[in-house]
């Protein structure tokens, strides 16, 4: 079954006088437990075919839809639940608020939304146990290292149990050893959770963790393969 559609999709940006055209015609399925890899030169618009995938942005012409949903015929506050719940997003900067600690900084979605955090207290301790820091929940970002501030960015990402990971450039940051763990980590939530993932990167050693590669270049898809 397709989670994400994307047909004839374009993304334009102007430039004063000037329009870019980032995206051109892309067409990409992406099949529940999917693992995607996106790999391209730099500029090639990667990152932007995430934010589209994702909701955070909008095409200029084409539809994406999830789960069968044409993205562009949600309202502004079901856009923002769904990018809140239904989908998570690990990005190359942790982006986690420094005086907040390791538990605080993964239940940050649940606050944002409005939701009991005693509600989700077995999901919170199961977050922490996926990413192997369950002694490390009351420390604060500046006392981890950057995979783990990464991890606890991963487990944020699965406190509401989506069933999309989107990741962009989610290892861009880290030293190759440990990079090398965070994908194993991606992996295993892939295969043993059962989640789709889709991620950006420019590593080659990343993009074959994944299922299916695809290329683009200069905003175009020029192939797609089984790995």
């Known amino acids: ?69 044409d993205l562009a015929s949600l309202k502004d506050k079901e856009l923002c639940r769904m990018r809140g719940e239904d989908v998570g997003f690990v990005f190359q900067f942790y982006n986690l608020v420094p005086n907040l600690n390791v538990e605080d900084n993964i239940s940050l979605p649940l606050m944002i939304s409005g939701k009991s955090r005693s509600d989700y207290k077995q999901k919170l301790d199961e977050c922490l146990e996926i990413i192997g820091m369950t002694d490390k929940r009351k420390l604060t970002p500046r006392e981890l290292s950057g995979g783990q501030q990464q991890r606890v960015a991963i487990a944020r990402a699965l406190v509401f149990d989506p069933k999309i990971i989107f990741l962009d450039e989610p290892i861009g940051n880290l030293d190759t050893k440990t990079g090398m763990k965070i994908m194993e980590l991606f992996r295993e939530i892939n295969q043993k959770y059962k989640k789709t993932i889709v991620q950006v990167t420019h590593s080659e050693a990343a993009a074959k963790f994944g299922t299916k590669l695809v290329k683009l270049v200069d905003g175009e898809i020029v192939s797609q393969e089984a790995l």
């Open 1 to 69: 079954m397709s989670v994400i559609e994307a047909v004839n999709v374009n993304r334009m940006f102007q430039n004063g006088k000037e329009t870019a055209h980032v995206l051109k015609d892309i067409n990409l399925t992406v099949e529940e437990g999917e693992f995607i890899s996106i790999m391209g030169p730099s500029g090639g618009g990667k990152s932007t075919l995430l934010y589209l995938l994702g909701g955070l942005d909008m095409p200029s012409s084409g539809t994406v839809s999830l789960n069968g949903t």
